[in-house]
Nanobody, 117 residues
Framework: QVQLVESGGGLVQPGGSLRLFCAASGSTFTINTMAWYRQAPGKQRELVASISTAGITNYADSVKGRFTISGDNAKNTVYLQMNSLKPEDTAIYSC???????????WGQGTQVTVSS
């Protein structure tokens, strides 16, 4: 079993930056991939970025060049550095984990990111 806790969300002006944190606990050695998703009002949930334990990363086209996902296996923590933020980045950001054994995703509680002047 894996537990995920996000932090780092908040209010930022357009063009600003935020850094999100996702701390994993429990059976962390079973995690294969971790990812950040987001959901804005009136829109479907979308994958923002993912990273495997091997360090392979993927990004949504809308955030390429602006966001960076990274992980620290020793600290069981994944980060999302968000730069050049736009109002359309406003959403609830949630951390997820997929295990080596497959099955459903584990989810954190989510953290609100609001980009507004």
């Amino acid at each position: 079993q894996v537990q995920l806790v996000e932090s780092g969300g908040g209010l930022v002006q357009p063009g600003g930056s935020l850094r999100l944190f996702c701390a994993a606990s429990g059976s962390t050695f079973t995690i294969n991939t971790m990812a950040w998703y987001r959901q804005a009002p009136g829109k479907q949930r979308e994958l923002v970025a993912s990273i495997s334990t091997a360090g392979i990363t993927n990004y949504a086209d809308s955030v390429k060049g602006r966001f960076t996902i990274s992980g620290d296996n020793a600290k069981n923590t994944v980060y999302l550095q968000m730069n050049s933020l736009k109002p359309e980045d406003t959403a609830i950001y949630s951390c997820s984990a997929r295990l080596w054994t497959g099955g459903g995703l584990y989810w954190g509680q989510g953290t609100q990111v609001t980009v507004s002047s």
